[in-house]
């Protein structure tokens, strides 16, 4: 499933810091380090990066910043639909919905407009086989019924004669997004497409997505712009396994997941989705998983994941690009998720994003199956893109007892990789 062992970049390179401590800090993982040692440690580290931080902050008000924010939309990406079940979910209401609000909210119009293209076969086959590639090539001029029989190998998915143009069309919207954020043509962007990507394995359908957009990206970053340091982070309220299989053993890709998980009772019904999975060999530590074990999490439920978990690892991880698996299904409304995360959460959490990486961050859009949850989840998100101070939230409230357990268990599993989590002893206190 995983064939991303030979294709670790190179150049790429672990977090500065992280090269000799690390392989300290994997064996000491049984024998937990002293406390006082690792805050020291911690400390003298901080003050390292914080240099660094300052010099490159100094740095870059030398060069004229990345101004505007690229919007990737193609009227093709509702092109298809499932033709033996017209309710199905995912559908392309999804994408005009979005659209339609964005232009009703002036948002459309404060975009810059970037053409989609189709991502290549050379541009897929770093996530995908070739194999595979061909098989969903093939389906273009499948009949119905041989359509049926081939989604059926699949978990959770359905096959159109027009999927297979839209899902390179997605795959490729993403890398033109890359290369206008890499160049500094424009500050940051975001991908209105269809099929979503981040269930999609290296020769595997799943979960409505046929290629692994986020994936694909990180990739191309890497070889197309010299990327060494990729996050990814995963706020669609599904565990994005797909992700997750292709950067496991990666430490050039760091991915953060947080996800509506039950003990593995939820769909994908993957042990891997939860907190234990830190990645292994080169990319152990590099994978974390923040798997909610309630519905009904708020917006400080998310916040805190954010702010105790994601954000000090990325202070420290320093990702180059920051790709984000925009799903939709976590806002309140939503079939899927049965979250009560507030619409305007994502603008909050986008902003966030927005001060990593100089600001180059590319949203894509995953899941989302209540039409106008979905909308207005984007359209916060398009507002901090584009600026825009963020929104009050209703009820931010502290993080509730499950959100802290379920936060716990993740510092505990990744504390051993991380000064900034290490100050906290594998333990939290709020
Ligand atoms: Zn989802």
Sequence with gaps: MDSTSDRTPKGSQRSPKKTPQSSGKREKRNQKPNLHEVKNKGRRDRGKAEEEMTKKNMDSHEKPKAVGTGLVYSELFSRYRCLWDSSHPECPERVTTVVGMMETEGLLSRCLQVEARAASDDELSQVHTREYIDLMRSTEKMTEEELKCVSDRYDSVYLHPDLFSCACLAAGSVLQLVDK??????????????????????????????????????????????????????????????????????????????????????????PEGDSSAVGSGPGEGYNINVPWIKTGMEDGDYIAAFQRILMPVAYEFQPQLVLVAAGFDSVAGDPKGEMCASPQCFSVLTHMLMGLAEGRIVLSLEGGYNLQATAEGACSSWRSLLGDPCPHLNSPGAPSESALTSISKTVSALYPFWDQLADSGGRLSF
């Design 181 to 270: 954020v890499m160049t500094s043509e424009l500050r940051n962007g975001f991908a209105v497409s269809r099929p979503p990507g981040h269930h999609a394995q290296a020769e595997q359908m799943n979960g409505y997505c046929m290629f692994n957009n986020v994936a694909v990206a990180a990739r191309y970053a890497q070889k197309q712009h010299g990327v060494q340091r990729v996050l990814i982070v995963d706020w669609d309220v599904h565990h994005g396994q797909g992700i997750q299989y292709a950067f496991q053993e990666d430490p050039s890709v760091l991915y953060f997941s947080v996800h509506r998980y039950e003990e593995g009772s939820f769909w994908p019904h993957l």
